[in-house]
Structure formats: C-alpha cells, structure tokens
C-alpha cells in the first residue's frame, strides 16, 4: 500500500456515541418519531472518510456485547457507565445497516473491544511498514501512534501523528499508557493511583520517565516541583497494585487472534438500492437527491457532522461592491414576488444594533451580500451608506414587496433604529418551523438547515471566532462575511420553499400560522421597544436587604450544620448532609453520590429538616438578588432609560411565550421577596399600570374541552370554582367551605390537568398518598366528565401522535407509545395539559394582536408594556383610565368564544405589584 492510500481503520463505537451526545440537542427524528442523529452523524463522517481516503481500504470496528479479559481483570472495569439510552440503542441496527450498504466491512469480534481489534491491525501494519489511519475520538488511541500509525479525528477535524501526541498530552505515545495508569480514566473506570491527577502525572513522566522508571526511583519523586510531592512516594508505594492493574487495563491488546488479516480488507461496491430505501426511511432527503443524480454519491460530500444538500442547488453568491452591481441587483427585488431579506449587525441587542451589511436571496442558490460597514483596517471601498438605505427605505417599507427572513423580529428592531419600518412581511422560517413542529428541533437557522435542507452551514464561530476574542461583524472580512451573510439569505428562502407546503397541507396550522404567529411579529416588536420604567434606587434597597438576609442565613446553616462551610458548594454541602446529619438519600447522581438538586433539598425541607429549609431560602433569595435586582439596574437602556426584555415566539412547546434579558416569567410572586421586585416595576409621570389578567383561564378551557356539566354550570353561575371542587370532594356546603379546604381543591384542580399523581398531591398537601388517591377518586366522580376528556385524549394522542388546542395548534408527542415507561406517562401528561395550555396561549396572542391593532389607530398614550403568562400589563395616561380599563377587558373576553365565560380581573397601581 502507499502512503497515498492508508489503511483506514474506523473506531464505529466512538462514532456512535459521538454522533448521538453531538446530535442529542437537536434531538433529530423522522415522520414516524424514530431518532436518527446518532445515525446521520456516523453516516455523514463516513462519508466525509470516503472523500478524504477515496483509494483506502475502509473498515469500521464496533465493540462487541458481552465481557471482555478487562472485566475479568477488574470487575468494576466500566461499571459505573450509565446504560445505553433507548434512543442510542434503537439506531445502532441502521448505522450497521448503512456501512455494510455503503460496501464497508463491518467488524464485531465477540469478546474484544473494537481498541484491541483495531490495535491489532494496527500492529499489523507497522510490521509490514503499510500506513494506518484510525478515525477515532478516544484519546486512548494515542497508544498506537507510531511512524505508520496517524489518528484523525473528523470532527475536530485534527491528525495526530507522533508530534501532534507530544504537543497535545505533553508527552511521547510510549508514554501515555503509563499516563492513563496514574490519572485513571474515569469514563472507563480505571481507577488509577488516588490523589494522582493530570499535572501530577505529566511531572511524573516528564521528569521521571515511564512508570517502571517512577517506581525505581520513588525518593526522587520527593524533589518534584508539584504539590504533594513529598508524600507522593508512599502513595504511590502503597498503590503499587492499583497503578499496575489500571497499566493493564489501559493497555490496548495488540496481539488479538483474528479471523481476517488486514490486508484482506476491502471495500465492496455500493449498494445503491439498499441506501437509497435506508436514507427515504430515515428521511435524509439531501442525500436521497444525490443517490437519484449520481452513480457515486460517497465521494461527493466533504461534510464532518451532518449531510449537506450543494449537489441539489448550483449556488452563485455576489458581493455588491460598485453601484452598477447594486442597481441590478435593487431591480432584482424590486420585480420579485417573494425575497429573502437579512441584516448583518454590530450586536445582538436589538436597541444597541447597527448594520453592517445586508443580504438577498431571490431564488435558491442565487444570494447576494451587500457590505456597508466594515471598518477593519484594509477593508475595500464600500457604497455610501446613506444612499443605500435611501434606495432600501421604499423597498422595505412597502406591503406589496413581500419578505421572508429568519426571526425577522430582530431585523426589524435594527431597521427600525435607522428609520425603516419593515412592510411586507410574508413570512418567517422561525416561526414556519415552529408551528409545523414545536418540538420537531430547535429554530434556528443552523438547527433547520439540518433537519429540513440536510445542510450544514457556515457557523458564526467559523468566520468570527470565539471567546473574548470574537470579532464583531464589522470587524470580519468581506471576504469571509460575504458567503456566509450571503448563505444566511439563500438558506432562509430555501427553508421557506420547503416548510411553507408542509403547513399549507395542514389548514389548521396555516391559520395558526397566518392569524396568530405572523400577525403577533409586529405586536412583540412595539413591546419590546416600549420596554418598562424601573426604579433603580428600590432595587438598589432590596438587593442590601436581601444580602443581610443572606449573610443571616448563612450564620443560621453554620449554627445547625456546628461548623462553617460553603453553601454553594454541592460537596461540602453533600457531606454535611449525608455525612454527618445522616440525613436519608432521596436521589442519587449520575455518579452514585447522594444528591444535592433542588428538588431533592425541597423534599426534605418538606420532611421538617431545617439544614434543607434553610438552604432552599439561601437558594431562593439568592437567585432573585443575583437575577433581578442586581441585575435589573445594569439592564436600563441609556437611550430610553427603561428596560427592555426580549420575547420569543419559538421556544415553549404549546404555544406560550418566554422572555429572557430579563425573564419576566419568573418573578416569584408567593415570596414576599417576588412581590417587593415587582414593586420596582413604575408608572412614569402622568400614568399608571393597569394589570389586566385572565381569571383560571385553564379550568375554564378544561371545561370547554371536556364538556363536564358540573364544572361548565359552576362557571356559568359565576362560582368559585375552587370552593365549589372542595364542597364537592369534602362533601359540604358552598358556604361551609373553609380556606384550608379551599386551598386544598386548588391544588386538586390545578393539579389534575397537570397530570399530578396522587404521589405528588399529597407532597403538596401534606397528606398520606392513599388520601391523596381518595380525593382524586371523589373528584372524577363529581366530575365525570374530566375523567372521560383525559381517557380520550391520551387515546387520542397514542393513535395520532399528537394532540391539538382550541385553534388547531398541534403539539407532537413522539414519545406516546414509547416502551420507556417515564418517557411515555411524561408524554401522557403533556397531552392531557398541552391542549389547555397551549389554548390559553392562543387566547392571549388574539387579544394581544385585537388590542394592538386598536392602540395603533387610536393614539392615545395607552402602552402595552409587558406580558407574562396570562396576564397584560399597561402604561396609561390617567385621563384615559376609566375608558382603557372597559376597552382592554372586553378586547380579552371576546378573544376567544368557549362554552363558559372568560373573565378578566382588571387592577390599577402606581407600580406593578400593586396593580396585580
């Protein structure tokens, strides 16, 4: 063989598992629910080897089921592993399916680890002088890395040969055995020498030599320069064994009896037929186009983590640099039906941003940049500023030149800054995807790209770097900038191509989509920029307050925990809980520790436990100090002198909005903490707030959906309906009914349309489970007709696969039928819950969009200012009250027609808290 063409010796095991943790996020999925990143990561890195190493031989080696001498050696050897995900295991039968499909041998040896196989053949190699690459991401593999040995690692994209060994772990391949033997390992449990870590063993070896040389030479270990090193010796004397037991283990076995030699390894042709059924049932449409086109797909693709569709759309991106250039292009757009519109700016803050460039796409492949802002020095000429946005300003102001773009929120926010109100916007691929499928991926460009193109683009880190030392974009070259603003465009239009039909095939998710998602764009643009006034001084007030509350606190746990410790600290905290309060184990982690999370703390707390009484008002007070009103005074605009949150239409599952920056969802308000941060929300001079929140809008949806005839008279007839669910369960009058019964039926109501078990009512109520079961029983029997709701909706969803709000919004559950218990109950809840919640969302987005849409033709002063959950908050002059009070409460209630009332609870204050 010559060195031209290596031996390529693939570590599939590695692969897999890399594709699955890389790919986990997206959470990718066909049609029928099945994952398959894992799948389309392995295949995509295959290919990416097949492009590199086209004359190579290529065989790709699993590990086997079953034990192997390592376990035999060690029993605890990769004992604490968690086992493999259901999701993993279920995609390990198409990527062998796949790579025997592609024509690549497929090795599993039974009782060897695919190292040693691979070790073996590796040996192989350098005894006949025949170059080896072995395409792996385990740093174990350093081992074999000799003069005919290289690893490549496609998706880093790194070769290590014997310099890049010495340059990445600071030491020769001979030596990193030796270096797994002393620091251990922990994802294979090889225990190593305790208290030996990385730097120690590094100055070991550096100094020293291998570990043999070490242990002939113990007292000299004494004079290192790390610390510890003069009790080092003894530890290392007194884990002699364990230090030669982890050499073992670490060894990868290079001497396996196989039945096929390396030099019989060969690629077989391609199947075509069997991948193109393998890629239509996995839906990987980019290379579905590329097999029907071409009779050797495998070599066209250079990608290293996901398949990319440039097979399938000639592209031709320009860069606008001369007038002449920009006038053919401004004619383009102006004859247009439909372009794809993107700025490029100098920050992600929406108030803050400026452009620096702008981008075009008028047919899928066909994109333009037009840089105006680059100012690195050496940066080209570029055209006037002004006269673009001059020429721009008709263009983008105008409704019947139609625009699609990519959370075009954002880019009319920077338009806006520059004096131009984007019109015409069509549509939005953000918001495309998610009303096709919430939870199908994430809803970025990059994320759907992937999914729906098979794409894999330019990623901002790629042109801009990372860190502190990130460029902003007027810093990047125009030669870099160009393709990537320029693919930003053209992928936008192309995904608009491709999800626009899907949603078209769907009527009630085109309505979704056209009256409530795209009219609501605009909404959140004007309350974004209308932002809120804070008083900075009373949060200034609070965050003293609540650190002297912390400091007590923290005094308190030092006096009941009888000594000092860091609060913050899962360990010590860990310790002193289990250790020394031998307090009971709720939960363990990962790694077999008792559990420090939240809700394990909560439990105990509930249990009477001070130490976790305390530590859950540490944590709590300490999240609003650090989160609000710390945070909130540094978050005021210059400029407006308010604050400004970001809302997001593409983040919840069921349809509600989320804000970040700050997280206006999240403000406690049971804590007398949360309250007092919602006093520093304030009217400016001249207004009030007015709080205008729907009253048990997801009970009343419940029983407009299920039809129960108790509960739609109870709403009919005006009642308390947690006072009538506790004369019902407790058995006595409506005016009998005490606040503790009260309290308890608001639980129970609450609770059963979130799926609460009877396990979790009676934590909340503080009563024994089988009461809790009892309740639950008396509850379904006065109300007959949620029981039979939730019986048909889970039916429902299992047949379906997924369920529907009031207007048609669909909510996917993939994981309905699944065989993992948690996974399917979990996604049995959503579906009982989902319906509501995700009705009540669509319920306040309607009147959202009615009320701005009044606002804007009426001028009046009224603001629409905030929105969080199931509430609306306003700025109003104060002449205009009485009539803003009327006006926005029946915009609310004649948002959406149901089978009982909706009613809004109006509240007036100087700030926000006194007005809820």
């Given at each position: 063989?010559?060195?031209?063409?290596?031996?390529?010796?693939?570590?599939?095991?590695?692969?897999?598992?890399?594709?699955?943790?890389?790919?986990?996020?997206?959470?990718?999925?066909?049609?029928?629910?099945?994952?398959?990143?894992?799948?389309?990561?392995?295949?995509?890195?295959?290919?990416?080897?097949?492009?590199?190493?086209?004359?190579?031989?290529?065989?790709?080696?699993?590990?086997?089921?079953?034990?192997?001498?390592?376990?035999?050696?060690?029993?605890?050897?990769?004992?604490?592993?968690?086992?493999?995900?259901?999701?993993?295991?279920?995609?390990?039968?198409?990527?062998?399916?796949?790579?025997?499909?592609?024509?690549?041998?497929?090795?599993?040896?039974?009782?060897?680890?695919?190292?040693?196989?691979?070790?073996?053949?590796?040996?192989?190699?350098?005894?006949?002088?025949?170059?080896?690459?072995?395409?792996?991401?385990?740093?174990?593999?350093?081992?074999?890395?000799?003069?005919?040995?290289?690893?490549?690692?496609?998706?880093?994209?790194?070769?290590?040969?014997?310099?890049?060994?010495?340059?990445?772990?600071?030491?020769?391949?001979?030596?990193?055995?030796?270096?797994?033997?002393?620091?251990?390992?922990?994802?294979?449990?090889?225990?190593?020498?305790?208290?030996?870590?990385?730097?120690?063993?590094?100055?070991?070896?550096?100094?020293?030599?291998?570990?043999?040389?070490?242990?002939?030479?113990?007292?000299?270990?004494?004079?290192?320069?790390?610390?510890?090193?003069?009790?080092?010796?003894?530890?290392?004397?007194?884990?002699?064994?364990?230090?030669?037991?982890?050499?073992?283990?670490?060894?990868?076995?290079?001497?396996?009896?196989?039945?096929?030699?390396?030099?019989?390894?060969?690629?077989?042709?391609?199947?075509?037929?069997?991948?193109?059924?393998?890629?239509?049932?996995?839906?990987?449409?980019?290379?579905?186009?590329?097999?029907?086109?071409?009779?050797?797909?495998?070599?066209?693709?250079?990608?290293?983590?996901?398949?990319?569709?440039?097979?399938?759309?000639?592209?031709?991106?320009?860069?606008?640099?001369?007038?002449?250039?920009?006038?053919?292009?401004?004619?383009?757009?102006?004859?247009?039906?439909?372009?794809?519109?993107?700025?490029?700016?100098?920050?992600?803050?929406?108030?803050?941003?400026?452009?620096?460039?702008?981008?075009?796409?008028?047919?899928?492949?066909?994109?333009?940049?037009?840089?105006?802002?680059?100012?690195?020095?050496?940066?080209?000429?570029?055209?006037?500023?002004?006269?673009?946005?001059?020429?721009?300003?008709?263009?983008?102001?105008?409704?019947?030149?139609?625009?699609?773009?990519?959370?075009?929120?954002?880019?009319?926010?920077?338009?806006?800054?520059?004096?131009?109100?984007?019109?015409?916007?069509?549509?939005?691929?953000?918001?495309?995807?998610?009303?096709?499928?919430?939870?199908?991926?994430?809803?970025?460009?990059?994320?759907?790209?992937?999914?729906?193109?098979?794409?894999?683009?330019?990623?901002?880190?790629?042109?801009?770097?990372?860190?502190?030392?990130?460029?902003?974009?007027?810093?990047?070259?125009?030669?870099?900038?160009?393709?990537?603003?320029?693919?930003?465009?053209?992928?936008?239009?192309?995904?608009?191509?491709?999800?626009?039909?899907?949603?078209?095939?769907?009527?009630?998710?085109?309505?979704?989509?056209?009256?409530?998602?795209?009219?609501?764009?605009?909404?959140?643009?004007?309350?974004?920029?209308?932002?809120?006034?804070?008083?900075?001084?009373?949060?200034?007030?609070?965050?003293?307050?609540?650190?002297?509350?912390?400091?007590?606190?923290?005094?308190?746990?030092?006096?009941?925990?009888?000594?000092?410790?860091?609060?913050?600290?899962?360990?010590?905290?860990?310790?002193?809980?289990?250790?020394?309060?031998?307090?009971?184990?709720?939960?363990?982690?990962?790694?077999?520790?008792?559990?420090?999370?939240?809700?394990?703390?909560?439990?105990?707390?509930?249990?009477?436990?001070?130490?976790?009484?305390?530590?859950?008002?540490?944590?709590?007070?300490?999240?609003?100090?650090?989160?609000?009103?710390?945070?909130?005074?540094?978050?005021?605009?210059?400029?407006?002198?308010?604050?400004?949150?970001?809302?997001?239409?593409?983040?919840?599952?069921?349809?509600r909005l989320s804000s970040s920056d700050p997280n206006l969802q999240n403000i406690p308000i049971r804590s007398e903490n949360g309250r007092r941060i919602r006093e520093a929300f304030v009217a400016s001079d001249g207004y009030v707030l007015l709080a205008a929140d729907y009253s048990q809008i997801e009970l009343r949806i419940m029983a407009h959906l299920s039809g129960d005839k108790s509960l739609l008279n109870a709403f009919a007839n005006g009642e308390d309906i947690h006072r009538h669910t506790a004369s019902e369960i407790f058995g006595v009058a409506l005016e009998d009914v005490t606040s503790d019964q009260r309290r308890s039926a608001k639980a129970i109501n609450f609770g059963l349309i979130y799926g609460m078990s009877a396990h979790g009512l009676s934590r909340q109520l503080g009563i024994e489970r089988h009461q809790a079961a009892d309740y639950m029983n008396v509850y379904f029997e006065r109300y007959p007709g949620v029981r039979q709701y939730m019986d048909n909706t889970r039916q429902q969803a299992k047949e379906q696969g997924y369920v529907e709000t009031i207007f048609g919004r669909r909510l996917y559950l993939p994981e309905i039928n699944s065989s993992n218990g948690m996974r399917r109950q979990?996604?049995?809840?959503?579906?009982?819950?989902?319906?509501?919640?995700?009705?009540?969302?669509?319920?306040?987005?309607?009147?959202?969009?009615?009320?701005?849409?009044?606002?804007?033709?009426?001028?009046?002063?009224?603001?629409?200012?905030?929105?969080?959950?199931?509430?609306?908050?306003?700025?109003?002059?104060?002449?205009?009250?009485?009539?803003?009070?009327?006006?926005?409460?029946?915009?609310?209630?004649?948002?959406?027609?149901?089978?009982?009332?909706?009613?809004?609870?109006?509240?007036?204050?100087?700030?926000?808290?006194?007005?809820?």
């Amino acid at each position: 063989m010559s060195q031209s063409a290596p031996f390529v010796l693939v570590d599939g095991s590695s692969y897999l598992y890399r594709a699955f943790h890389a790919m986990f996020k997206a959470d990718l999925r066909n049609s029928a629910g099945e994952p398959t990143g894992a799948v389309r990561g392995v295949t995509a890195m295959l290919r990416r080897l097949l492009a590199d190493y086209p004359n190579s031989p290529i065989a790709v080696i699993f590990d086997a089921k079953g034990k192997t001498f390592r376990d035999e050696l060690f029993a605890e050897y990769k004992a604490q592993r968690p086992p493999m995900p259901d999701d993993l295991r279920s995609q390990i039968q198409p990527v062998h399916d796949i790579i025997k499909a592609m024509g690549l041998p497929l090795l599993v040896i039974d009782g060897v680890e695919a190292d040693d196989v691979i070790g073996t053949f590796a040996r192989q190699a350098t005894e006949k002088g025949l170059d080896v690459v072995i395409s792996t991401g385990d740093k174990d593999m350093a081992q074999l890395v000799n003069q005919h040995v290289t690893l490549v690692n496609t998706m880093t994209e790194t070769v290590l040969d014997i310099e890049g060994v010495k340059e990445k772990f600071g030491l020769p391949p001979e030596l990193i055995i030796d270096f797994l033997a002393l620091m251990g390992d922990k994802v294979d449990n090889i225990p190593g020498v305790p208290g030996v870590g990385e730097k120690t063993a590094l100055s070991l070896l550096q100094n020293l030599g291998s570990l043999k040389d070490i242990y002939a030479n113990l007292e000299a270990v004494r004079e290192l320069d790390f610390r510890g090193a003069k009790k080092m010796p003894e530890k290392l004397a007194e884990n002699k064994e364990m230090a030669d037991l982890s050499y073992q283990l670490a060894t990868i076995k290079c001497d396996v009896e196989l039945d096929i030699h390396l030099e019989e390894i060969k690629n077989q042709p391609q199947d075509t037929d069997a991948l193109l059924k393998l890629f239509k049932e996995l839906e990987f449409r980019s290379w579905i186009s590329e097999l029907q086109s071409s009779d050797t797909p495998s070599t066209a693709n250079n990608d290293s983590a996901t398949e990319t569709d440039n097979t399938t759309t000639e592209q031709h991106y320009d860069t606008i640099l001369d007038q002449q250039q920009w006038q053919v292009w401004l004619e383009k757009l102006q004859k247009a039906e439909l372009f794809a519109f993107d700025t490029e700016t100098t920050s992600l803050d929406y108030l803050e941003a400026r452009i620096v460039g702008v981008s075009f796409a008028v047919k899928a492949g066909e994109a333009a940049y037009l840089p105006l802002k680059h100012d690195y020095p050496g940066a080209p000429v570029q055209l006037d500023f002004d006269s673009v946005m001059q020429d721009l300003k008709p263009l983008l102001e105008s409704p019947k030149h139609l625009k699609v773009g990519q959370n075009l929120k954002y880019d009319r926010h920077v338009l806006l800054n520059h004096g131009i109100d984007l019109q015409g916007i069509a549509h939005d691929t953000m918001l495309e995807s998610y009303v096709l499928d919430s939870t199908a991926t994430r809803h970025d460009m990059d994320s759907l790209a992937q999914k729906y193109l098979g794409r894999d683009t330019i990623h901002f880190e790629d042109i801009a770097g990372k860190g502190k030392k990130q460029l902003t974009f007027n810093e990047i070259g125009i030669e870099q900038a160009s393709p990537y603003a320029a693919e930003d465009a053209d992928i936008t239009l192309q995904l608009h191509q491709t999800l626009w039909p899907k949603i078209e095939n769907i009527p009630s998710l085109a309505k979704v989509y056209r009256e409530l998602e795209m009219p609501l764009l605009p909404v959140l643009n004007t309350l974004e920029r209308n932002g809120v006034n804070i008083d900075i001084w009373m949060l200034q007030q609070q965050s003293d307050n609540m650190a002297r509350q912390i400091a007590d606190l923290e005094e308190q746990a030092y006096a009941v925990a009888g000594q000092k410790f860091n609060l913050g600290s899962p360990k010590q905290l860990q310790e002193i809980l289990y250790e020394k309060q031998q307090l009971p184990v709720k939960k363990k982690t990962p790694k077999g520790q008792p559990s420090t999370a939240e809700e394990v703390l909560q439990e105990l707390a509930d249990e009477g436990y001070e130490l976790p009484q305390i530590i859950m008002q540490y944590r709590g007070l300490s999240k609003l100090k650090s989160t609000y009103t710390d945070k909130l005074p540094l978050q005021v605009n210059k400029t407006s002198g308010r604050v400004h949150t970001s809302y997001h239409q593409a983040v919840t599952a069921t349809g509600r909005l989320s804000s970040s920056d700050p997280n206006l969802q999240n403000i406690p308000i049971r804590s007398e903490n949360g309250r007092r941060i919602r006093e520093a929300f304030v009217a400016s001079d001249g207004y009030v707030l007015l709080a205008a929140d729907y009253s048990q809008i997801e009970l009343r949806i419940m029983a407009h959906l299920s039809g129960d005839k108790s509960l739609l008279n109870a709403f009919a007839n005006g009642e308390d309906i947690h006072r009538h669910t506790a004369s019902e369960i407790f058995g006595v009058a409506l005016e009998d009914v005490t606040s503790d019964q009260r309290r308890s039926a608001k639980a129970i109501n609450f609770g059963l349309i979130y799926g609460m078990s009877a396990h979790g009512l009676s934590r909340q109520l503080g009563i024994e489970r089988h009461q809790a079961a009892d309740y639950m029983n008396v509850y379904f029997e006065r109300y007959p007709g949620v029981r039979q709701y939730m019986d048909n909706t889970r039916q429902q969803a299992k047949e379906q696969g997924y369920v529907e709000t009031i207007f048609g919004r669909r909510l996917y559950l993939p994981e309905i039928n699944s065989s993992n218990g948690m996974r399917r109950q979990y996604a049995e809840r959503t579906a009982i819950n989902a319906p509501m919640q995700g009705s009540a969302a669509d319920i306040i987005k309607r009147a959202m969009i009615d009320i701005h849409t009044w606002l804007a033709d009426a001028d009046n002063g009224i603001k629409m200012i905030m929105q969080v959950h199931d509430e609306l908050v306003f700025e109003v002059p104060k002449e205009q009250l009485d009539m803003a009070k009327n006006t926005i409460e029946d915009f609310m209630v004649k948002a959406a027609e149901l089978n009982v009332p909706l009613e809004v609870g109006i509240g007036v204050g100087d700030n926000w808290e006194q007005a809820h």
